[in-house]
Nanobody
Framework: QVQLVESGGGLVQPGGSLRLSCVAS????????MKWYRQAPGKEREWVAR????????YYADSVKGRFTISRDNAKNTVYLQMNSLKPEDTAVYVC???????????WGQGTQVTVSS
């Protein structure tokens, strides 16, 4: 059974930090590209960050560049999203996504809520 389970979301004040985790099981995590997306109420789903299968190449949306860091630990089947200098506009459900070679076997987690508010 394929699973992606996010955790680490919560309520944080502007300028604060959170680290999200996504634990994978049921597939060959170490050969999958991993991504984070987010979706805020009334908005289209937005790609946030991407990391290659070994954690060597990282990409970010302009909206989070310099504030967020994606990383992975293949020994733990886990991808992380470190979020610093959080802004109210970062409020969203954050979802992890696994994409296998050739774009096949695209898996999604259930999401974790991040709320940035005073």
């Amino acid at each position: 059974q394929v699973q992606l389970v996010e955790s680490g979301g919560g309520l944080v004040q502007p300028g604060g930090s959170l680290r999200l985790s996504c634990v994978a099981s049921g597939f060959s995590f170490s050969i999958y590209q991993m991504k984070w997306y987010r979706q805020a109420p009334g908005k289209e789903r937005e790609w946030v960050a991407r990391i290659d299968s070994i954690g060597a190449t990282l990409y970010y949306a302009d909206s989070v560049k310099g504030r967020f860091t994606i990383s992975r630990d293949n020994a733990k089947n886990t991808v992380y999203l470190q979020m610093n200098s959080l802004k109210p506009e970062d409020t969203a459900v954050y979802v992890c996504n696994a994409v296998g070679p050739w774009g096949k076997y695209n898996y999604w987690g259930q999401g974790t809520q991040v709320t940035v508010s005073s």
